[in-house]
């Protein structure tokens, strides 16, 4: 029996304690599920909020993501046509801002950097080179305006602001054709296959990349842009572009530009050379494009081809290496 007790009085307290918990239950559990909806509301509110404004940021790289098939062509629509200096021979372009290009031209005793409107075409700056200098590839990196030559391991950096105002470099390729950057490393070739990072404040080579398509080199790496997270390049005597993973080197895309060329061709006497010189307003979402002594300058908006390519494009946009590459 005192066990019987001792269990008895054990056992109260047992059915007492969560009276209390039962009693206020009522009250308290509605306020706790409507607090928990409104946190669940407010969470899913701000998660679609946060993807509307991700897919609104993204929404103008989404045709160049380097997802897309590696074998994905583009043809071309030309949006305007500005004139273009017929005299220069073209070797690095540019967008700054306010409508305002920069510009390398090449051959000997009429290569020179400049400044160039847009609209008009009109030079509103320029500095001369040397007759021993053969401009190149151009790009921009702040205020500093950086420039290789052809045929030589050095370069040249203005001010964007002042092109009498610059200073010689060099660097670590065998041979100047184009430069482009992201901002933080400077992209170039040397009309070979490979792609060279470069560090802008010591302009030392740090990696270079062997370019590639469907198992092959891409050889003849011209003029560059940086394009949607992409290095885009010019090949030398051909009306490619090449889309290029500066990550891992492949192309992962070809944009097609033979229609300008033969449209030029076509309706001028004057001779005219190779395609070469892309530029893009980054902010305006502009892509430009021009060519060796071209009179003209094209804005352009890519379209995926979607009719079957019966073309071979390894012949039409990789031609085989010069022996010096």
């Known amino acids: 029996m005192p066990g019987a007790k001792m269990r008895k009085k054990s056992n109260t307290p047992r059915r007492l304690n969560p009276l209390p918990q039962q009693h206020s239950m009522p009250n308290s559990s509605p306020f706790l599920l409507h607090y928990r909806k409104i946190s669940l509301l407010v969470i899913f509110v701000l998660v679609v909020c946060f993807i509307l404004l991700l897919n609104k940021s993204l929404r103008k790289e989404s045709d160049f993501r380097s997802d897309v098939p ?9 949006v305007n046509e500005f004139p273009h200096d017929p005299e220069a021979f073209t070797q690095g372009l540019l967008y700054a801002d306010n409508d305002t290009l920069f510009e390398s031209t090449g051959m000997h005793g009429a290569s020179s950097v400049r400044k160039v409107t847009l609209q008009t075409g009109k030079v509103k700056a320029i500095q001369r080179m040397p007759y021993s200098d053969f401009g190149e590839g151009l790009t921009l990196l702040g205020d500093r305006l950086i420039q290789v ?9 203005y001010d964007r602001h002042n092109l009498s105002k610059f200073e010689k470099f060099h660097h670590g390729m065998p041979d100047g054709w184009g430069l482009a950057t992201d901002g933080k490393l400077l992209f170039g070739s040397d009309g070979s296959s490979t792609l060279y990072h470069i560090d802008p404040q010591t302009m030392k080579v740090v990696k270079k990349q062997t370019v590639s398509y469907q198992g092959d080199e891409v050889h003849r790496l011209n003029e560059l842009e940086y394009v949607y997270d992409e ?7 051909t009306d490619c572009i090449a889309r290029i993973s500066h990550r891992d080197g492949s192309v992962l895309g070809w944009i097609l530009l033979n229609n300008l060329r033969e449209g030029l061709l076509h309706n001028l006497k004057k001779k005219i050379d190779v ?15 021009t060519g060796k002594w071209w009179p003209k300058l094209y804005e352009i908006k890519l379209h995926p081809l979607k ?7 390894k012949q039409m946009c990789m031609p085989p290496a010069f022996p010096f590459s």
């Open 149 to 157: 030559t052809w045929q030589q391991s050095t370069g040249y950096i």
């Open 275 to 289: 395609l070469n010189g892309i530029a893009w307003d980054r902010d305006g979402d502009r892509l430009f494009v």
């Open 307 to 313: 009719t079957p390519f019966n073309g071979d494009i």
């Open 231 to 237: 290095v885009w390049a010019n090949v030398w005597m």
């Open 70 to 78: 590696s074998n994905q062509l583009y043809t071309v629509e030309v």
